[in-house]
């Protein structure tokens, strides 16, 4: 009886310590039901009834409605100014439409959902052994070699959102007082790797999030050193676009060559959902293992930082991960979940001015959503809210 009872608590210590990613994921958060038989869109997606996959055609009408209805007109720019909503289920298109002079055809500036394509392209580069997670990263971009400060910020730091740069996000408030600004159209656009690795250290790295442009364009222009100008030009064409049959995709570069991973990638709506159906299988396109084995989990946990991040309220509007955002909560933080009626295992990538791109595993829905709001007038919960109640049960 003893021994049993040792051996009982022995395997709960094992099983509580478990960790089933490599790079850091927790598993009762992120652990994806595997999926038997995907559908890939080779080159399309395929165009089924709603009903055929379990949602509702009524339902989706009051989808539609709440996306597509204007409040304000274009002097004003007011209420929500939706571009592009397409949306997924089981690998088939249930529902497509455009507004605004925009079509199935022509790219939409995603804004800030392009950091979650960069990290994708730092899932590749991690599988082919260029990089790993904890390597500080100095080791690759002498920028970040000015002090002893700066040696300390590492990748897994920067795809954290928690480098710890005095970085001030915020497009509205001037270059005065933005790094982004200044960044995207100033001081920095000429090398805006190295103009956010110039700046000071506010905070120990890894110990608070601060959402930071900066983070990512410094990520960017460490895979340019990693892998040489010539093959990091090819590096998001031919080991992303290519494979997932995206052709259509404008990426833009800073002065120095350096693509724009914060802000300045084009893409098709139906184009993006299929980076969303990259992740909601687990980085496997087509039967072959794109990002490495851990990767979405990875992907779907907050940032380490947020249990030492000062505490306000806004650090529920989102839950930051790796370059993408969960609907987990922190909850040793009090922090709950920002979309509560939505299922707690979506994940997403979002952008300025209402760009969206939602994974839900336990639904098997993607959604893309492309906008210019310029205000809040578009809730996402209550849109997901809506799309989950179109879900059969």
Not at 107 to 128: E, F, N, P, R
Not at 189 to 214: H, N
Not at 241 to 266: A, H, M, Q
Not at 329 to 347: C, L, S, Y
Request: aromatic fraction near 12%.
């Amino acid at each position: 009886m003893k021994q049993s009872l040792i051996f009982i608590i022995l395997l709960f210590c094992i099983q509580c310590g478990k960790d089933l990613s490599p790079f850091g994921g927790e598993p009762e958060v992120n652990t994806l039901k595997p999926r038997l038989k995907p559908e890939w869109p080779n080159p399309t997606w395929k165009v089924v009834s709603p009903e055929s996959v379990g949602v509702s055609s009524d339902k989706l009408k009051l989808v539609e409605e709440y996306a597509f209805t204007r409040t304000g007109d274009e002097t004003d720019r007011k209420g929500r100014r939706t571009d592009s909503l397409v949306i997924l289920r089981n690998g088939k298109l249930i529902y497509e439409k455009y507004a605004r002079n925009f079509s199935e055809d022509k790219v939409h500036l995603t804004w800030s959902v392009s950091k979650s394509i960069l990290q994708t392209m730092y899932g590749i580069a991690v599988k082919q052994g260029l990089v790993k997670l904890d390597d500080p990263g100095y080791y690759h971009y002498e920028p970040l070699s000015r002090d002893e400060a700066h040696k300390k910020i590492t990748i897994r730091h920067l795809l954290n959102m928690s480098s710890g740069l005095a970085a001030e996000e915020g497009y509205e408030s001037g270059p005065l007082k933005s790094s982004v600004i200044a960044m995207l159209y100033t001081r920095g656009r000429k090398d805006m790797g190295s103009f956010c690795a110039g700046l000071p250290i506010r905070s120990e790295p890894g110990t608070q999030v601060y959402y930071s442009s900066c983070d990512t364009n410094i990520l960017s222009a460490i895979l340019k050193k990693v892998y040489g100008a010539e093959e990091y030009d090819k590096l998001p064409f031919e080991k992303i676009f290519k494979p997932l049959g995206i052709t259509n995709v404008t990426f833009e570069r800073d002065g120095s060559g350096t693509y724009v991973g914060s802000s300045y990638l084009y893409m098709t709506a139906k184009d993006l959902a299929k980076i969303g159906y990259l992740y909601l299988n687990d980085g496997i396109w087509n039967g072959e293992r794109l990002l490495p084995e851990g990767w979405v989990q990875f992907t779907r946990t907050p940032a380490p930082g947020y249990k030492s991040t000062p505490y306000s309220e806004d650090l529920a509007e989102d839950n930051y991960t790796a370059h993408w955002y969960a609907n987990t909560g922190v909850p040793e933080r009090g922090i709950h979940e920002p979309w509560p009626d939505a299922p707690k295992d979506t994940f997403a990538g979002l952008g300025h001015w209402g760009q969206m791109l939602y994974v839900i595993p336990s639904l098997d829905l993607i959604i893309v959503r492309f906008g210019d709001d310029r205000e809040k007038a578009f809730i996402k919960n209550d849109f997901l809210k809506l799309v989950k109640e179109s879900v059969i049960r």
